[in-house]
């Protein structure tokens, strides 16, 4: 940890990490801009509300302000639709990054289509290949980049920091602005702004990845309930965001 946050501090100049905690999401987007674009990216699903907020925040920081989404090949219409409405709302070119048609290609003739739901091996195979792996090469071409994790998201995200390396993406650095935003408060946002977000959350999805791996979920259910329902809740993760102990203790 005390290693991690001697790295952390070389990044951040006259802030320390621990500081930026107490920052408001704003406070740090500012910054981030500042210091990094546009080597910086906001990574966005377009499934989940967090990062509309998020990107609503930096466009009006910084208008030029770079986003980017991973189309797996799976996803729902409502996500494709809800690009476009953004593409248009806010005059932004939305960088889609897809996986690599032959790794995609090979793992479903060996493996079928829904190969995923048999065991937790398959399912981690289809997002290291359609996930993962396209958002580490994106990634390369970046000093730093934002996301929408919130420590109140599910059981492997409750120490998410604000500001934290992502050794799995050769140390850039990682923002994660709303990390200590519940739900209510990004609603409140999506409100006060009338920031789009899917159609699907309308419609009992709190949460929307890949259309086989995302359902609806019922009142008072768990809000991550509808990702991958069919495993235990703490392997509900793509890999896109490993804990600690995944990667190597180097996280913070």
Known sequence: MIEVNRRLNKHLGTFDADAMETRSPEDILTWAVKNYHPRLVLSASFGAPEGMVLLDMMHRIEPESRVFVLDTGRLHGATHDLIDRIRDRYDKRI????????????????????????????????????????????????????????????????????????????????INPIADWTHERVMEYVGEQRVPINRLHSKGYPSVGCEPCTRAIGLGDDPRAGRWWWENEDTRECGLHPSDEQSGGLGI
């Open 95 to 174: 960088e889609v990054i897809f996986p690599r048609a032959q790794d995609v290609e090979q793992m479903v003739r060996e493996k079928g289509m829904n190969h995923f739901y048999e065991t937790l091996e398959n399912r981690r195979l289809c997002c290291r290949i359609r996930k993962v792996e396209p958002m580490q090469r994106y990634l390369r071409d970046f000093d730093a980049y934002v996301t929408g994790l919130r420590r109140d998201q599910s059981v492997t995200r409750r120490d998410t920091p604000k500001i934290e390396l992502d050794v799995g993406n050769g140390g850039l650095v990682k």
